[in-house]
Nanobody, 123 residues
Framework: QVQLVESGGGLVQAGGSLRLSCAAS????????MGWFRQAPGKEREFVAA????????YYADSVKGRFTISGDNVKNTVYLQMNSLKPEDTGVYYC????????????????WGQGTQVTVSS
């Protein structure tokens, strides 16, 4: 079993920055990929970014490319999402997730989820 705990959400003005963290514990998962998803009110949960724990390849949704950066610290078992140039449409609950499928951008392939952290971007 893998436990994931997100932190770092909050309220920020448009153009500002936030850094989300996701601390993982439980079984070793060096071969997993880690991802960030978000869900706005009334909308489906959507892929934001992912990183392969082995090799460090990263993947991004088109809507966040050039603004968000995903990174990981395998020693601390922590994944980060640096969010810059935030827009009101980035508002939502951000979830950290883990999957055994390298490079996955599909929420259906992620078996483990955190509880989510709220990000609100005001205009």
């Amino acid at each position: 079993q893998v436990q994931l705990v997100e932190s770092g959400g909050g309220l920020v003005q448009a153009g500002g920055s936030l850094r989300l963290s996701c601390a993982a514990s439980g079984r070793t998962f060096s071969g997993y990929a880690m991802g960030w998803f978000r869900q706005a009110p009334g909308k489906e949960r959507e892929f934001v970014a992912a990183i392969n724990r082995s090799g460090g390849s990263t993947y991004y949704a088109d809507s966040v490319k050039g603004r968000f950066t995903i990174s990981g610290d395998n020693v601390k078992n922590t994944v980060y999402l640096q969010m810059n140039s935030l827009k009101p449409e980035d508002t939502g609950v951000y979830y950290c997730a883990a999957t055994g499928v390298a490079g996955s951008t599909s929420r259906y392939e992620y078996a483990y989820w955190g509880q989510g952290t709220q990000v609100t971007v005001s205009s």
